[in-house]
């Protein structure tokens, strides 16, 4: 499993890190200036989703290098929050840097479900010698049955966890569409919110290795 940007040099990550997060506010400031010079402030509300694709971009990588997010694959992180561990799949900054060196036999979206199903096998391993942890997260590649079939719990969305994806859509677009191999408007019902205890979660393991297996074998027949 390669990831291009954590191939390189932590120094080297943090150069580009840095430099990304000075040109991005450079550009962002410069956009704003814009908008109210032309006094058209209206425009802004077009910005915005770009502003939040361009936070996400960053927050990936610095949120690794100060290690408050932990990856598990390339598309499995996990960010401790008072003894919580929050679960992010499929961000678009691991989908620009580890899909270009994707299994050249499997699709995005069938390279992409391997290695969210390698990230939770990595954590089980961890977390067999961790206490009880509860495990939250969102995704949108886990059906409602799949979910509750790994022992899942699926919850409803409360008004924050909506508003959060309202304005976090165009990074739902684009991630879902890169994984789609085509254009996706997903419907926010279809982003899921899922708890599971670690003892559930490791309770699985068998059945998301079984699972793995499965999808490697059809892979390798089409």
């Given amino acids: 499993m390669r990831h291009s940007f954590f191939e390189l040099s932590r120094a080297r990550q ?16 410069s956009s704003i200036f814009l908008c ?40 499995v992180i996990v960010q401790p929050i008072s003894g919580t561990w929050h679960l992010h799949t499929t961000t678009l900054f691991d989908q620009l840097f580890a899909l270009p060196h994707k299994d050249p036999k499997l699709s995005n979206q069938q390279q992409t479900l391997i290695w969210i199903l390698d990230g939770f096998l990595a954590l089980i ?40 994806l309202i304005i976090n859509y165009l990074n739902l677009v684009l991630s879902m569409s890169i994984s789609k191999g085509r254009l996706r408007f997903p419907k926010l019902d279809q982003v899921r919110k899922f708890q599971i205890s670690s003892t559930d979660l490791i309770s699985k393991e068998a059945l998301l290795r079984n699972w793995r297996t499965q999808l490697v074998r059809r892979s390798q027949r089409t």
């Avoid at 943090?14 to 400031?29: F, N, Q, V």
């Fill in 14 to 29: 943090w150069t580009l890190s840095i430099t990304a997060a000075i040109l991005g506010a450079l550009l962002i400031l």
């Fill in 36 to 75: 109210m010079y032309w006094q058209e402030p209206w425009l802004l509300l077009l910005l915005i989703p770009l502003y939040f694709v361009f936070a996400q971009l960053l927050d990936i990588p610095f949120g690794h290098l100060r290690g408050t997010l932990v990856h598990y694959s390339p598309m």
């Fill in 125 to 164: 391993e961890e977390l067999k010698d961790q206490p009880n942890i509860p495990l939250v997260g969102t995704t949108h590649f886990l059906s409602v049955r799949r979910a509750e079939k790994l022992g899942f719990t699926i919850q409803t969305a409360d008004v924050v966890s909506r508003f959060i």
